[in-house]
Nanobody, 124 residues
Framework: QVQLVESGGGSVQPGGSLRFSCAASGGVLSYYMMGWFRQAPGKEREFVAGIIWRDGITYYADSVKGRFTISRDNAKNTVYLQMNSLKPDDTAVYYC?????????????????WGQGTQVTVSS
């Protein structure tokens, strides 16, 4: 069974950058859409960015548009999230997720497979 394995993240000062990777372990990424979500303390999990695996079309939450970039490498079965100009409000646990059904969704309950989550802390 395919597992999503995240790497990257950590602590950074405001204005800094981080990059996440989400790789498929035990198989091939065959989801229609891959997404990145985040959950800050005391808040609900929210959509950050998504990409249609087949054609690379991307979607972003307004809060990260222009700062974050989602991309994928089909050969490596990996999806990335490049985060620039980080702000303290970006502090959260970040998750990658896969959606099999062939339609776009920004809602966590529409995603079937999840990575383990990785902490990002933005603080001076």
């Amino acid at each position: 069974q395919v597992q999503l394995v995240e790497s990257g993240g950590g602590s950074v000062q405001p204005g800094g950058s981080l990059r996440f990777s989400c790789a498929a372990s035990g198989g091939v990424l065959s989801y229609y859409m891959m997404g990145w979500f985040r959950q800050a303390p005391g808040k609900e999990r929210e959509f950050v960015a998504g990409i249609i695996w087949r054609d690379g079309i991307t979607y972003y939450a307004d809060s990260v548009k222009g700062r974050f970039t989602i991309s994928r490498d089909n050969a490596k079965n990996t999806v990335y999230l490049q985060m620039n100009s980080l702000k303290p409000d970006d502090t959260a646990v970040y998750y990658c997720a896969g959606r099999a059904l062939g339609s776009i969704s920004y809602f966590e309950h529409d995603y079937e497979k999840w990575g383990q989550g990785t902490q990002v802390t933005v603080s001076s």
